[in-house]
């Protein structure tokens, strides 16, 4: 998935470079931000509009999952999202620094997703959200192209090759790494910016027993159903005696 954007980056042009610019943050965001870095430095097209299309990428492909941690509130579909490793963890960390956390989470590799998620599932503002994110996203991306153009005018045309190759080289390195201590169990799920674990949630919807939002009913006429079924309390045969002599 890495290998192909430097070298192929550089075959696109017009719209279908634009195009492969704005998408390739739906599967990696890290490598398409470096692919657009890339372009630029080549002078595959305008170092403006890469970077529209890449900043207007990276918003769409993460503006979305924070509405797959809402729907994780009210449906059993979207609720496995919330139970993914991290969701909790991040949780806490958007509750308690919200824009510290999204920040950190746009310059680490895996903890976009579960901080993304439960922004949703925790209800943050969206239109904070939204700014957020979008400031993030252009931060990254002016540090990004910044080091390919500084890069570039210090190693002269050689750095065209070599700086994406070493950046796809260190990321995968990093994404390895990180996978495989988790594996291991040595860190958490959003290390570096918590060693804490994942955690039960008690009282969030769908966890510990607590019903989804707008199933509150379903789960009354659950609990009414099971004690209707419910064997009656046994009588002693003493207190059937008396009921039958009268007293």
Known sequence: MFGFVPTDIAQLTGFALYLAIFLLPFIQEDAAVIGAATASIMGLAPTSFLVAAIISG???SDAWK????????RYNWAHKFAEKPGVSVAGDLVRKEFVQTMLTARFVPGTRIPTYVACGFFKANYAKYLVV?????ALYVAIMFTLFHVGGKVAGEQAKIWLPVTAVTLLVIYIAVRWYTHRQGRHGPMTPLTEQRDHPLPGMPGFE??????????????NVGAAA?????????VADSRDQSGG
């Open 58 to 60: 990276l918003i769409a």
């Open 66 to 73: 924070y509405w797959i941690g809402r729907l994780a509130r």
């Open 133 to 137: 994110l979008m400031l993030t996203a």
């Open 209 to 222: 027993g607590t019903p989804l939002e707008g199933h509150e009913s379903d789960a009354e006429n659950k």
């Open 229 to 237: 079924g419910a064997d009656p309390p046994h009588r002693s045969p």
